[in-house]
């Protein structure tokens, strides 16, 4: 098997297409969830709704670990299989359901599912590409799973702004499950033999116990993750807050859509640059960077009221986050053995999305206790305190 993305183009493309319809289905929930809960349901803590976005956090990180755990043994497009299947009955769920219980068990599933397919996608690229474009590879696999989370988030938004906030924004759900279901099924193939490749030409030593190494032990794994657990915290917090703080300000939903779906969109879109750029200058100067600006604008957020000050505010986050999020994956791959490199970003995914846990746990407590505003802040500081010490740990 020959590595490489122009040797591998076909099937390269194909996980990238696969990879937006997983992004465009958590993007379905990201710009109406707060409106959803209070209209449907009359749930108007922001703890309660943020507790339903921990919920699908939990169940994604756990689904990463054990996607990275599993993927040699069970084989990367079988898992991503199973990810589709169990995407199905979601938005079934959410049509339907009475119960807002229904509702976090679906975003439960729904965890499950960009668990299993986007840590599926992510590993095959790297496996496909080698080391020479592991950034590009990166940039280009989030570009596309976060401009579809962000161009979903606006459709959403308008189908419930026109038509009401079920069933139809949840219609796309179908539709994106079924297409990345049967795309899996029939046209993606397995790239372990890929890894086998790769590793033949590796004099590098495997590690022991993969899991402590990527936690705590490498220091520049543990720095690289535990950025990226800060980085999902802040994220938790703009999906279940964002919303609650715009509404705050009396704008309608068609704006509030615009604003929070800008973010991912330029998310999406910055990484084509970063991630190549990745490939060419120190990842940790572009890690660092990124951290930074995402704490100066989660500060800076609740100073401004303005639609078009509050709409720079979500591009610049989004910028933020471009530069960090390809370059996370690829710096952990850059310190792995191929080997041991699924079970190594499986264990980073895993502490990244109980990011989300955290995040969406602890803005609610204190959105609930002292206000959003006061929820947005600390979120800032601990954003910064998160830049600070990756560009101390990191090697």
């Given at each position: 098997m020959e590595l490489g993305l122009a040797k591998n183009k076909k099937q390269f493309i194909l996980l990238v297409i696969v990879n937006a319809f997983v992004g465009g289905m958590v993007g379905i929930e990201r710009s109406i969830f707060p409106e959803f809960a209070?209209?449907?349901?009359?749930?108007?803590?922001?703890?309660?709704?943020?507790?339903?976005?921990?919920?699908?956090?939990?169940?994604?990180?756990?689904?990463?670990?054990?996607?990275?755990?599993?993927?040699?043994?069970?084989?990367?497009?079988?898992?991503?299989?199973?990810?589709?299947?169990?995407?199905?009955?979601?938005?079934?769920m959410l049509i339907y359901t009475n119960s807002w219980s229904v509702v976090v068990l679906a975003n439960v599933l729904l965890g499950i599912n960009q668990g299993l397919t986007w840590s599926s996608t992510v590993v095959m690229k790297i496996d496909l590409v080698g080391e020479?474009?592991?950034?590009?590879?990166?940039?280009?696999?989030?570009?596309?799973?976060?401009?579809?989370?962000?161009?979903?988030?606006?459709?959403?938004?308008?189908?419930?702004?026109?038509?009401?906030?079920?069933?139809?924004?949840?219609?796309?759900?179908?539709?994106?499950?079924?297409?990345?279901?049967?795309?899996?099924?029939?046209?993606?193939?397995?790239?372990?033999?890929?890894?086998?490749?790769?590793?033949?030409?590796?004099?590098?030593?495997?590690?022991?116990?993969v899991f402590w190494e990527t936690t705590w032990r490498n220091p520049t794994l543990n720095a690289?993750?535990?950025?990226?657990?800060?980085?999902?915290?802040?994220?938790?917090?703009?999906?279940?807050?964002?919303?609650?703080?715009?509404?705050?300000l009396a704008f309608?939903?068609?704006?509030?859509?615009?604003?929070?779906?800008?973010?991912?969109?330029v998310w999406g879109l910055g990484q084509l640059v970063t991630g190549k750029l990745g490939d060419h200058i120190r990842k940790k100067k572009l890690l660092f960077l990124g951290m930074l600006l995402q704490g100066v604008v989660i500060l800076a957020l609740?100073?401004?009221?303005?639609?078009?000050?509050?709409?720079s505010l979500s591009i610049l986050l989004g910028m933020g986050t471009a530069m960090v999020y390809p370059n996370f994956l690829s710096a952990v791959a850059d310190a792995t053995h191929p080997e041991q490199r699924a079970e190594s970003i499986g264990t980073f995914r895993l502490w990244r999305d109980l990011g989300y846990v955290f995040g969406a746990l602890l803005s609610g407590f204190i959105a609930d206790t002292y206000g959003v505003e006061y929820a947005i802040e600390s979120i800032g500081v601990l954003t910064l305190f998160s830049a600070l010490y990756l560009q101390v740990r990191m090697k």
């Open positions: 209070e209209s449907v349901f009359g749930v108007e803590s922001a703890t309660a709704i943020l507790s339903s976005i921990a919920a699908f956090g939990l169940s994604k990180a756990i689904a990463n670990y054990f996607t990275g755990r599993w993927a040699n043994r069970v084989g990367r497009r079988m898992l991503l299989i199973y990810g589709w299947l169990i995407a199905l009955p979601v938005p079934f020479k474009d592991r950034g590009l590879a990166m940039g280009l696999n989030e570009f596309a799973g976060y401009l579809a989370v962000g161009l979903f988030a606006f459709l959403s938004s308008y189908l419930a702004s026109s038509y009401g906030l079920r069933p139809f924004p949840f219609y796309l759900g179908i539709a994106l499950s079924a297409l990345g279901l049967l795309f899996s099924i029939f046209f993606v193939r397995d790239t372990i033999h890929h890894v086998r490749a790769e590793s033949a030409g590796k004099a590098e030593s495997k590690v022991e116990k690289i993750t535990q950025a990226g657990f800060v980085n999902n915290l802040n994220d938790g917090m703009i999906w279940g807050l964002l919303p609650i703080f715009l509404s705050s309608g939903q068609n704006e509030i859509g615009l604003i929070a779906g800008a973010y991912p969109v609740p100073l401004f009221g303005e639609i078009h000050e509050l709409l």
